[in-house]
């Protein structure tokens, strides 16, 4: 969470571009959720999460549907162990039931992602079975942290798990989470005897600057966006699990950049050599990027557009995790600023909600 007075200064960032704007009908697809008991285990490992107020904040800010995650760390909270393992079991189910009971409740307000207690795969392969096909209503789809103790996205453990997921045709919502080390992440497993080592401890051994830098949103979650991403290909996941969907999240965070150096070092893994036509042709079939975060919609969108057209761009808020204030500055610059990008309403709409809609393939 940012402090107090950096939670100011975006605030200020994003009301200095605002002019008075109709507010546009809004979807979110990235909007977290906190009921008591994950609060509760969160504070446990050392995270002070902010209360929710989420219905009202969606009325005041014209968002029609939210689908909600369990942002990071997910539901696995603790240095892996075979205690940690059963509390994270445990936990991803209370979530997935708690999520599955609200939308029943607000059918037309919320949808969700549902958590699944990786690194454990077979248990993950149990919750999935069990979501799917066992939970009324079932998920809107998966959310992935970006890591999960350095087990990443690319890795072929995770083999199985994609399998299970191509076969139901599931959206991945990916979140960046605390960067972790190969080597780190095997010292510690499902299997082993707890540890000793906090949270907090572990973080450091994977994390530089982690003394200074406090604050993991505002350079390691980007960082590993691109990281996940390039480990994505690397690996092919995303032609050899064909009918899943991915969010990206952060507009990418700091993908974009990378890109070009993405595509060109590719031919230095035998069999890749992927080209900016391929790229292109594999993002309009299976990716989505959302625009969660402070950013200048005028430079940021149409440095997506290069690699996406308007069709696959969401938009979300990232709250509570991002403050309330801040989610609302956030939502209001977007109106003010989104027809300075688009000239068209059909694309304003597609982008505030349309998209979502048509990935969700419901009427929200």
Known sequence: MPSHLTMRRLVAFALMSMVAATSHRKIDVHSHFLPDFYQQALREVGYTPED???????????????????????????????????QAIDLSRRINVYASQLKVKYPNKFGFFASLPLPDVNASLV??????????????????????????????????????????????????????????GAMYNIHSEDSGITFKQWRALNRPLDTRQFAIPIL????????????????????RFSHLKWIIPHAGGALLSTMDRIVTYSTCYPGLNLTEDSMKETLARSFYFDL??????????????????????????????????????????FDAQIGD???????????????AEQLFGESC
Not at 74 to 86: C, D, F, I, M
Not at 344 to 354: M, N
């Open 220 to 239: 390691d979650f980007p960082f590993e966006t691109a990281r996940i991403f390039q480990d994505l290909f690397i690996s092919r996941i995303p032609t």
């Open 292 to 333: 969660a975060g402070p950013w200048k919609l005028a430079s940021e969108i149409p440095s997506l557009q290069r690699w996406v057209d308007y069709t696959k761009i969401l938009w979300g808020t990232d709250v509570p995790w991002t403050p309330w204030a801040l989610g609302a500055a956030v939502a209001q610059a």
């Open 341 to 355: 990008v688009f000239d068209h309403e059909e694309e304003i709409d597609a982008v505030s909600w349309h998209n």
């Open 127 to 184: 919750e999935i079975e069990y979501c799917f096909t066992k939970l009324h209503p079932k998920p809107d789809g998966v959310v992935f942290m970006s890591n999960f103790y350095g087990l990443y996205l690319g890795d072929p453990a995770l083999d199985p798990v994609y399998e299970a997921l191509n076969a139901l045709n599931v959206t991945i919502f990916e979140h960046p989470n605390t960067p972790c080390s190969e080597a780190i």
């Open 52 to 86: 929710t107020t989420h219905l009202q904040f969606m009325d005041k800010q014209n968002i029609s549907k939210s689908y909600l995650s369990i942002s990071s760390p997910g539901v696995y909270l603790n240095v892996p162990s075979v205690n940690a393992t059963k």
